[in-house]
């Protein structure tokens, strides 16, 4: 049962992975800027979790307003539980609890209720921009060794990347799930190398780590 919730679950965010993405070409500086902005105001105001979020209901598409709208620091301040960089690839984007394409469109989002950084499998998802730099974009240049930095009020979690997939069907959701190890990170985005002239892609790209400390 827990294995076909997951699996929708990661066609759902595959479905808003995929509108999100090849929209932001003549917004690359304020995007960088904004996405520094969300990080640094997140260090400062963390929180342990925000209760009562959506992890598998329909959603809406993605809209080029949600983008904006999203940047308002209300999105931040209410769900904003943390931070994750890879600095390897010059990642550092704001953690939201919760799934929603306004909250995507500003940071990585956690899939599953109750998420903790250091236990299980800590699942983040986000969208691949086609405008380099921006959210996930460089997540199709994470190789092995690099390391994966995340803060929380809980503290500061460091993973070491032991996995990098890529043309990986979305279809197959049960990377999120906890039973793929303890004390692992998974990082999930579209593979925009395999987008049809719509936009669309059936693939993923996921990175995984392991806690390092």
């Not at 931040?76 to 939201?96: F, R």
């Not at 979690?157 to 959701?173: A, C, L, M, N, R």
Request: positive net charge; contains cysteine; proline residues 2%.
């Amino acid at each position: 049962m827990f294995k076909r919730k997951a699996g929708k679950l990661m066609l759902l965010l595959s479905a808003i992975l995929v509108m999100g993405s090849g929209i932001f070409y003549g917004r690359d500086l304020y995007l960088r800027y904004q996405q520094s902005k969300s990080v640094r105001y997140v260090k400062n105001h963390l929180k342990t979790s925000v209760k009562g979020q959506r992890y598998d209901t329909d959603i809406q598409n993605f809209e080029y307003d949600d983008a904006w709208a999203a940047y308002r620091d209300a999105i931040i301040k209410k769900y904003g539980v943390g931070t994750v960089e890879i600095p390897a690839v010059n990642i550092a984007l704001p953690i939201l609890e919760g799934v929603s394409s306004e909250k995507m469109a500003v940071g990585v989002v956690t899939v599953k209720p109750n998420q903790e950084a250091g236990l299980r499998n800590f699942a983040l998802a986000g969208h691949n921009m086609t405008a380099r730099g921006n959210l996930l974009h460089n997540l199709t240049n994470v190789r092995l060794g690099n390391k994966i930095k995340v803060t929380t009020s809980k503290g500061q979690f460091i993973y070491v990347v032991t996995e990098v997939h890529h043309d990986w069907p979305q279809s197959q959701g049960q990377i999120v799930d906890d039973d793929q190890g303890d004390k692992i990170i998974t990082i999930y985005t579209c593979d925009n190398a395999y987008m049809d002239r719509y936009g669309h892609t059936s693939k993923s790209i996921y990175v995984r780590g392991r806690l390092e400390k």
